[in-house]
């Protein structure tokens, strides 16, 4: 698989089933794929309503972007992200993150059935 894409996903799930699922999609990942996740974060540029209504989405692990750039380097060795805003109507901030080069888990078999 080329591109793995996930959109609103990691702040519904803790750490360790975020972890989870990253090392899933690294295993699914040709050697030269990248995974991509969109969700929305709490950030120091952030607007009261922007926070507000981080803080009181579904998604119990909304996290700030250095706590979801530490989830993915325990699986990639390459990770990078930018923060965007104001692409809602509603005031939100997003953590747009993109990884690739999975770490060597012995423990792991990275091909998926």
């Known amino acids: 698989m080329n591109a793995v894409m996930m959109v609103g996903l990691l702040h519904h799930l ?7 699922l990253l090392e899933l ?6 050697p030269e794929g990248t995974v991509v ?14 926070r507000w209504m981080s803080a009181h989405d579904r998604g119990q692990h909304v996290r700030e972007p250095e706590s979801l750039v530490a989830l993915a380097q325990k699986v990639f060795k390459t990770v990078d992200g930018t923060v965007i805003r104001g692409i809602t109507r509603i005031p939100y ?3 747009m993150m993109r990884m690739g080069n999975p770490l060597p888990r012995p423990d792991l078999d990275r091909s998926v059935e």
Do not use: I, K, T, Y
Not at 14 to 20: G, I, L, P, T
Not at 25 to 30: D, G, K, Q, T
């Open 25 to 30: 999609a690294a295993r699914a990942l040709a």
């Open 37 to 50: 996740s969109v969700d929305n974060c709490f950030e120091p540029e952030q607007g009261r309503v922007a």
């Open 14 to 20: 803790s750490d360790r089933e975020a972890e989870d």
């Open 93 to 95: 901030s997003f953590w």
